[in-house]
């Protein structure tokens, strides 16, 4: 129902609904096992994927040798390629034995470890490594990563850097991700980006993005992608599970019943949270691709279907009605 490929960004880009996120294959939260792993972008090739987004913070830089080695064999004009600038890696002399990333939420050894450097120079050395980690002679998108304390910074070096880059043809487009709409709706308005990853802000549960950054987007021409549609994990499921997680903490019970009554609505139309999370921000013209991130093979074949399975506007009638929606 949703198969049919977007525009993504000005230069030519095509995606389809579901992109693959490979912060997991950072060690995220936790390990992933070495017969895991390796197994993941083939799942994600095989159910269709083909646009992958990766970054140097994952798993500082792990993740970017992974998802190299999983898309090396894979014929390299047939998918979209994104990693992100303002996290420089380099070797941590302070490492010691034993020592792990997790407080990064990463977890991997503490030999290297992240320079936030959002200046012209920090841009190129990025973009140079992150060539050297993914194995490949391109990459298609790179997005400005988290510069929420470092906006002057982005604007004065990042942005024109990664323009110098576009008009040189080493990328196709380039953008900005983070996890807010304000300063992402000021990039749109402030610089010639054509592409932005929005994530946690434009969910079942918080459609902040509706307000001001999509609107802009269709304005200037930009595209979306949309992150994070599972708000770190209690609309990830049919019901939500005891523990369940909203932005990285405990939801609170308001929220988890919420949540209840938004499956509710979905079981009697024959539908699920999942498909209705995946669903959502898909509906907005503005929206090119929705990013999910997946543990193992089996999700993200999972993940992969959820933009397929049929949605009767009624579903969204309802949720409207009844006050549901954002």
């Known amino acids: 129902m949703l198969r049919t490929s977007r525009p993504f960004g000005r230069g030519g880009l095509t995606v389809g609904p579901i992109g693959y996120g490979a912060a997991a294959l950072g060690n995220l939260y936790a390990a992933r096992p070495e017969d895991v792993w390796p197994r993941i972008v083939p799942a994600a090739w095989q159910a269709g994927i083909r646009y992958f987004d990766t970054a140097p913070h994952y798993g500082v830089g792990l993740s970017e040798e992974r998802l190299g080695a999983g898309l090396r ?3 390299r004009d047939e998918y979209v390629l994104s990693t992100k600038v303002g996290r420089v890696i380099e070797p941590n002399p302070d ?3 034993g020592e792990t990333d997790i407080a990064n939420l990463f977890d991997v050894p503490a030999t290297r470890r992240r320079r936030r450097d959002y200046s012209r120079d ?14 490949v002679d391109r990459i298609d998108v790179l997005f400005v990563h988290d510069p929420d304390e470092f906006e002057r910074e982005a604007l004065e070096g990042a942005f024109p850097a990664l323009e110098e880059l576009r008009s040189q043809g080493v990328i196709r487009s380039y953008g900005a991700g983070m996890n807010q709409t304000g300063m992402l709706t000021r990039f749109i308005r402030e610089t010639d980006l054509d592409i932005v990853m929005c994530a946690n802000r434009y969910t079942l549960l918080d459609p902040a993005a509706e307000h001001k950054l999509l609107p802009a987007a269709q304005e200037r021409g930009v595209s979306v992608a949309v992150a994070a549609v599972f708000a770190s994990g209690i609309l990830a499921t049919e019901r939500p599970r ?3 997680t909203f932005e990285y903490s405990a939801a609170p019970p308001e929220l988890v019943a919420r949540v209840e009554r938004i499956a509710d609505v979905a079981e009697r ?23 999910l991130g ?18 009767p506007e009624a579903v969204w009638e309802e949720l409207r009605e009844e006050g549901l929606l954002g």
């Open 73 to 75: 064999d894979l014929p």
């Open 242 to 244: 005891a523990g369940a």
């Open 269 to 291: 139309h024959g539908t699920t949270v999942p498909e209705l999370a995946v669903q959502f921000p898909l509906r907005h013209p503005a929206v090119s691709t929705v990013v």
């Open 95 to 97: 490492y010691r034995p």
């Open 294 to 311: 997946a543990d193992a093979p089996e999700q993200i074949e999972r993940n992969a279907a959820l933009a397929d399975a049929p949605v």
């Open 122 to 135: 920090g841009v190129l050395r990025s973009v140079e490594d992150s060539l050297a980690r993914l194995g």
